[in-house]
């Protein structure tokens, strides 16, 4: 079991750049083709104020740390015994190329299933932007293979 | 927009087979560097029989599948849990339909629930989708 005294726990938060040349990468990766998330005219065409990150996007930031995914350690998990649970996305404004984001994450559950064989750690995040703006949250369910 | 109704399908994507190219450039573009999804070695040190799909490059598959519907500025909430694991060379089909049509903070939403399925018909991820109408 996870040590449950981490439930309330908040991760130092960190600021990211939406890089331009990272949301084209980031686009071909997943194989998008609309324009808007790789030509600036046809962004600003559609109505957005440049390129846009797509609706997942927010989640690459939460990547943007030092340490690869510092809960891992922070809660001694092994990254070779980790599954994806769940995510959710609430979307307020959006994320654009050239902004930075402030990330900040929290631990808001700690709990085992299965006899203890799988642990679940819920992190909630939120994403605010170099106005101030709260331009995202997010919650992940990440799992621990134990046995 | 009064063309969405409670029934209303979402049309489909469906994707190319998973290659290990196809994780190798997630995992660059995504800043997920996990060697379980890119490292055969590792993933078989870890007891999984090869590297497998990040659960997030099919919910941007999903997410795709959205914003081909509807423009992105319109989507609220999406979520998912991840049922079952993305092999290679699986088949990723997304599809989803809209349920119901809701008011929330005074604005007409269509809930849509989404999925993503394998060539078998295995569920891979199954969520919900929030969109303004």
Do not use: R
């Given at each position: 079991m996870l040590d449950q005294s981490f439930i309330g726990y908040e991760l130092p938060s960190f600021t990211a750049d939406v890089e331009k040349g990272r949301l084209r990468f980031f686009a071909k990766a997943i194989g998008e083709t609309n324009p808007i998330y790789t030509d600036e005219d046809a962004a600003v065409k559609a109505g957005y104020r440049t390129l846009p990150a797509p609706p997942t996007f927010a989640m690459v930031l939460d990547m943007?740390?030092?340490?690869?995914?510092p809960l891992l350690g922070l809660l001694k998990m092994d990254i070779g015994r980790i599954l994806h649970g769940s995510q959710e996305f609430e979307y307020f404004q959006p994320i654009y190329a050239g902004d930075q984001i402030t990330v900040t994450s929290k631990v808001v559950d700690i709990f085992d299933k299965k006899g203890g064989a799988l642990d679940f750690v819920v992190t909630e995040n939120s994403y605010t932007n170099q106005d101030g703006d709260l331009v995202a949250k997010s919650t992940s369910t990440l799992v621990h293979r134990n046995g | 927009m009064s063309d969405i109704q409670v029934g209303t399908e979402i049309p489909a994507l469906e994707l190319p087979p998973i290659s290990r190219c196809t994780l190798a450039l997630y995992g660059g573009a995504s800043g997920d560097?996990?060697?379980?999804?890119?490292d055969s070695d590792f993933a078989k040190a870890a007891g999984m029989p090869d590297v497998f799909a990040h659960g997030m490059l099919s919910m941007a598959y999903l997410g795709r599948m959205l914003t081909n519907w509807q423009p992105q500025a319109k989507l609220r909430k999406f979520g998912n849990r991840f049922a079952a694991i993305t092999q290679l060379q699986d088949v990723i089909t997304c599809s989803g339909k809209v349920v119901e049509l809701i008011e929330e903070n005074g604005e007409k939403l269509a809930r849509c629930e989404i999925q993503a399925v394998n060539a078998e018909g295995t569920q891979t991820l199954l969520g919900e989708a929030l969109v303004a109408l």
């Open positions: 943007d740390t030092p340490e690869l995914m | 560097h996990n060697p379980i999804h890119i």
